[in-house]
């Protein structure tokens, strides 16, 4: 028996089965390589197939809608071209360019635009696929209820795998935001990433246990650790079963409604959200509209998805958080400037403000989109009063300017801000006197309050939400927004920990937006408080 463990969260539960280790060979073209044209032809081809496959599976799915714009991109073409220019065979030039973009992405210091090299791999090797003639299906000889084990799972490998019929899976690679993880918690698969010693020691045939909400794996366990495990699941699924009954209904706590909301960032998360309960949408961080394209979304795209969003929430709240982009959060086709505290520089309301044409763009499209529903428009990174009267004036000009074009609009979208910075504390209470509700952002709040990065490892003991300044903050905030009788929620991640909900309760607050997943498990919580 051998256990295994990895600090990366993938996707919670419990999984006992056998184990099925992934061998991924390509069939090995014997072809001369030809002139360069003859070349870029066997590319233009390979890329047309793989375009084409992609197009097929992109009317439903997020993800192959996704890789449809990346296949598009220039910048993949020219890399390959201009390979094959250099003397390179196709095979050779997409091998290359694939190695030099997922460098170039896995550079990038964000956890989620990083998780996005996958998509680049999954793509060149789709196009060398169909340059060598198609691959050996990986995945043959999986038997229903196997626990997958392989280097990494490509969004693509659902064309092949039937992921509802695996028990669980394990992989050397990937992060918690990568699509594989996401589709995981989605189908509540349990699944431990990252676990870098998972092919040489783990063979087909092994019986496993996979440990989700651990991180943990065991290879070829003992009885005992059978039974233990099979106690544990147990117990962990009569919780999950009680957890999803309060999910779908309303909570309280003292006499007074609850509500859970949740945080999303696509319109299926919201379909999702509201699926499993959550009681409207308390954050839709429109950014990763901006981050998915090469170009900016139009007024007109940016309309669909937020109308869609809207329709999705059903009458429920739907709060669309303006572009919050610079920090860690880079954009290429912005350009942004390098900045030497990227935290502290241009970023959020203060790229808005700047570029003015791109930001009324937005307020338009949420503005015709609220038309379709309740939503609700909020500024991040807010530090002092004068951007948000700013912010509101551009709000204001907006619906001037649709009145007069004729074109249908809600006046009545209410205008909220997030409380992230510990300057937007202080002034809470003049804040709160010129807006509709606040969002207590903890993420940002706790490294501005903590002078502690939020993505550095080393001073993660710092990073702490439970300090005794942060929980001052958040009390100064309430206090504020009561003052006003204006609502405020909490957006940050501390609205998702359990152990945090009555302490929150405590002092006042009355709305959780949350991760889809946690929906259940806030909801129980309250119900038990
Ligand atoms: C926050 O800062 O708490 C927040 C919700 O925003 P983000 O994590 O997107 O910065
Ligand atoms: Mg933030």
Not at 354 to 369: K, P, T, V
Request: hydrophobic letters at 45%; glycine letters at 6%.
């Amino acid at each position: 028996m051998k256990s295994l463990k990895t600090s990366v969260r993938a996707s919670e539960g419990i999984a006992i089965g056998r184990a099925f280790v992934v061998k991924r060979e390509l069939k090995i073209s014997d072809r001369q390589k030809g002139s360069a044209a003859e070349e870029r032809e066997l590319f233009a081809q390979a890329l047309e197939q793989s375009r084409a496959q992609i197009e097929a599976l992109a009317s439903d799915s997020d993800i192959f809608a996704a890789h449809l714009e990346m296949i598009e991109d220039p910048m993949l073409t020219d890399s390959v071209e201009s390979h094959i220019e250099e003397g390179m065979s196709a095979d050779n030039a997409v091998a290359t360019s694939s190695e030099e973009i997922v460098a170039m992405f896995e550079a990038i210091d964000d956890e989620y635009l990083a998780a996005r090299a996958t998509d680049v791999k999954d793509i060149f090797a789709r196009i060398t696929a169909n340059l060598s003639g198609g691959v050996v299906n990986p995945f043959d000889g999986v038997q229903e209820g196997d626990i997958v084990v392989d280097n990494e799972l490509m969004p693509s490998d659902m064309a092949q795998l039937d992921f509802s019929a695996i028990r669980g899976f394990v992989t050397t690679q990937g992060s918690s935001t990568s699509h594989v993880c996401i589709i995981a918690r989605n189908l509540s698969i349990p699944a431990v990433v990252g676990l870098e010693e998972a092919l040489s020691q783990i063979a087909t045939g092994d019986t496993l246990i996979v440990d989700g909400s651990e991180g943990r794996v065991v290879v070829n366990p003992d009885q005992q650790t059978i039974n233990d495990y099979l106690v544990k699941q147990l117990n962990m699924l009569s919780l999950h079963k009680e957890q999803q009954q309060v999910s779908l209904s309303k909570v309280s706590y003292c006499g007074q409604t609850i509500d859970v909301l949740a945080n999303v960032g696509s319109v299926e998360e919201v379909e999702r959200a509201i699926e499993s309960g959550a009681d409207g949408i308390g954050l839709f961080r429109s950014e990763f509209l901006y981050m998915q394209g090469s170009v900016e979304p139009t007024e007109e795209e940016q309309y669909e998805v937020y109308s869609a969003a809207a329709r999705a929430c059903k009458g429920k709240p739907l709060t669309i958080r303006t572009l919050d982009i610079g920090g860690d959060k880079a954009v290429p086709y912005m350009g942004f400037p390098k900045e030497e505290n990227p935290f502290l520089g241009w970023r959020a309301i203060r790229v808005s403000l700047e570029l003015r044409d791109m930001f009324s763009r937005q307020l338009r499209a949420i503005l015709r989109a609220a038309v379709h529903g309740d939503i609700r428009v909020m500024f991040p990174m807010i530090v002092e009063q004068e951007e948000l009267h700013e912010a509101k004036r551009i709000l204001e000009q907006c619906k001037a300017e649709l009145a007069q074009q004729g074109i249908a609009y809600n006046s009545d979208v209410k205008v909220g801000v997030m409380i992230e910075t510990p300057a937007a504390v202080f002034v809470a209470d003049d804040l709160a006197k010129n807006c509709d509700f606040f969002s207590i952002g903890t993420n940002d709040l706790v490294q501005y309050i903590m002078a502690a990065d939020r993505a550095n490892a080393k001073v993660a003991h710092l990073y702490n939400p439970y300090s005794a300044a942060v929980m001052s903050a958040i009390k100064m905030t309430i206090v504020a927004a009561q003052g006003a009788g204006i609502e405020c929620s909490m957006c940050g991640e501390l609205a998702s920990d359990s152990n945090a909900t009555e302490l929150l309760l405590g002092a006042s607050l009355r709305k959780f937006s949350v991760n889809i997943g946690a929906i259940g498990k806030i909801k129980y919580m309250i119900s038990k408080l």
